[in-house]
C-alpha cells in the first residue's frame, strides 16, 4: 500500500462542481433508463406490433438494453482505470445521449434493439464514474455526503421519466428531451477534471484496469462478487415488486392501480432512502450498519408486501414509497464498494458492480417465474425476495467496513 498523500485544497473546492454534474448526470443517465419501461407499450403500438406480442417484444428490447449495460459496465470501467475517469464521463454520456435522441426517429424493430444496445452500453459508464471520482476528491470523512446528493438527486430522474408522459404524451418527443438533456451536460463537463489519486498512478508502473485479476485472486473475487450480492435486494423490489405490480395486486386483490404511479413512488422513495441513508451513515460512522438497518426494515415490508390484500390503490402506492425508500440504499453499497478496492481497479468495480446487479434482474425474472407454478405469484415473490435478502446480510457481514477509509492505496 502507498504513502497517503492529502488532497489539495483546489481540489476539495473542486469536488462541489465535481458532484454537481455527477448528480445531474445521473439525473439524465436515471431519466433515461426509466423512460423505456414506462412508454414501451406506446412506442410497439405505434410501431405496429400486435397487443398479444407487446409483452415479448418489450422484453426482448429490454434485454438488449441490459446486456448493453452488462458490456458497457466492463468497457467503461476498464476505460476509467486506463484513460481517466473524465473520459468516461464524456465518452458515456455522448454514446447514450446520442442513442436515446435518434430513437425518437425509428420506424423499424431492428433498428429498435440496436439503439436500447447502443443507449444501454452509454448508460452503463455514467454511475461509476461519477462516484469514483467524488470518493476520491472529497475528503474521506465527508465523501459520504458526496455521493448521496449524487445518488438522491439523480434518482428523481425516474421519476421525471415516470411523471412527464403525463404532460408530454409523445412518446419521441420524450426521448428527444431524454438525449438533449445529456448533450446539454456537456458544456458542465468542460469544468471537471480528473483526480489526484488517478494522476498518481498514471506515472507508476501498476496494471491499471485488469478487469480478468478481479476473478484470479480469491480473496479479491470473494469481495468482489460480496459487494454484487448487497445490491440484489434493490433490483428485486424494482423488478419483483413494482414492475409486475399489476400481476401481483390482482392475487392479492387490489384494484385500480396505474403502473406509472407506482413506477414514480418507488422511485421517490428510492431518491429519498438515498439521502437518508447517507445521513445515517455519516451520523454512526458506519456504513454497514446503515446498510444493515436499511435490509432489516426492507425485510419487514417485503412480508407486509405479500400479506397486503385489500389495500387501496393510494395505500398501495405509498408501500412502493416505503419499499423504494429501505431499497434506498443504492449510493451507499456503490459508494462501499469503490472503497473496497484500490486506486488502479476503483473505476472498473465502481462501474461494473452496479450493472451487474442490473443484470441480476434477469436470474431474478427467471428464478420468479420458475417458482409461480408451485408457489403462486406471491409465494414465488416472496421465496425469491427472502434468497435475495439473505445473500446481501450474508455478503454486508463479510465486507470491510470503508467509512472515512484511505484510498490512496493500489492493488
Not at 476505460?79 to 473520459?87: A, C, E, F, M, Q
Amino acid at each position: 500500500m502507498s504513502t497517503s498523500v492529502p488532497l489539495s485544497t483546489s481540489s476539495t473546492r473542486s469536488a462541489y462542481t465535481l458532484i454537481l454534474v455527477a448528480a445531474l448526470g445521473y439525473f439524465v443517465d436515471v431519466y433515461d433508463l426509466i423512460l423505456f419501461g414506462v412508454i414501451r407499450n406506446p412506442s410497439l403500438r405505434e410501431l405496429g406490433v400486435p397487443e398479444d406480442q407487446l409483452l415479448a417484444q418489450g422484453t426482448t428490447l429490454f434485454n438488449w438494453q441490459m446486456a448493453g449495460m452488462l458490456l458497457g459496465g466492463i468497457f467503461w470501467g476498464v476505460i476509467g482505470d486506463k484513460k481517466g475517469r473524465k473520459s468516461v464521463l464524456f465518452g458515456s454520456i455522448v454514446m447514450y445521449s446520442l442513442a436515446n435522441a435518434i430513437n425518437g426517429l425509428i420506424n423499424d424493430l431492428t433498428v429498435y434493439a440496436i439503439l436500447r444496445f447502443i443507449a444501454g452500453v452509454g448508460l452503463a459508464g455514467e454511475l461509476g464514474a461519477g462516484i469514483t471520482l467524488v470518493n476520491e476528491t472529497m475528503p474521506k470523512e465527508k465523501r459520504g455526503y458526496g455521493t448521496l446528493i449524487v445518488a438522491g438527486f439523480g434518482a428523481s430522474g425516474a421519476v421525471f421519466a415516470a411523471l412527464l408522459p403525463e404532460w408530454v404524451p409523445n412518446w419521441r418527443v420524450l426521448y428527444f428531451i431524454g438525449g438533449g438533456l445529456g448533450l446539454a451536460l456537456l458544456t458542465l463537463r468542460i469544468g471537471t477534471y480528473e483526480s489526484d489519486l488517478f494522476e498518481k498512478t498514471e506515472h507508476s508502473n501498476v496494471t491499471k484496469g485488469d478487469f480478468l485479476s478481479l476473478f484470479t485472486n480469491a480473496a479479491r473475487f470473494k469481495k468482489y462478487l460480496a459487494c454484487i450480492f448487497i445490491g440484489i435486494p434493490i433490483w428485486y423490489v424494482i423488478s419483483v415488486l413494482v414492475l409486475s405490480a399489476p400481476e401481483l395486486v390482482k392475487a392479492l386483490g387490489v384494484s385500480g392501480i396505474r403502473p406509472n404511479l407506482t413506477i414514480a413512488y418507488l422511485y421517490a422513495g428510492l431518491s429519498l432512502g438515498d439521502i437518508g441513508v447517507g445521513l445515517l451513515s455519516q451520523q454512526i460512522r458506519s456504513r454497514k450498519k446503515a446498510i444493515y438497518f436499511y435490509l432489516i426494515i426492507l425485510s419487514s415490508l417485503v412480508i407486509f408486501y405479500v400479506n397486503s390484500s385489500g389495500l387501496s390503490p393510494q395505500g398501495f402506492y405509498w408501500l412502493c414509497f416505503a419499499l423504494g425508500f429501505f431499497a434506498g440504499y443504492w449510493a451507499m453499497f456503490v459508494t462501499m464498494s469503490s472503497e473496497q478496492f484500490g486506486t488502479n481497479l476503483r473505476a472498473t468495480v465502481t462501474t461494473t458492480i452496479p450493472n451487474f446487479v442490473r443484470g441480476a434482474v434477469i436470474p431474478i425474472s427467471i428464478l420468479f417465474k420458475a417458482f409461480i407454478p408451485s408457489l403462486g405469484l406471491i409465494g414465488s415473490a416472496l421465496t425469491v425476495g427472502i434468497a435475495c435478502l439473505l445473500l446481501a446480510f450474508i455478503s454486508n457481514w463479510s465486507v470491510e467496513e470503508t467509512f472515512a477509509k484511505e484510498l490512496d492505496y493500489v492493488e
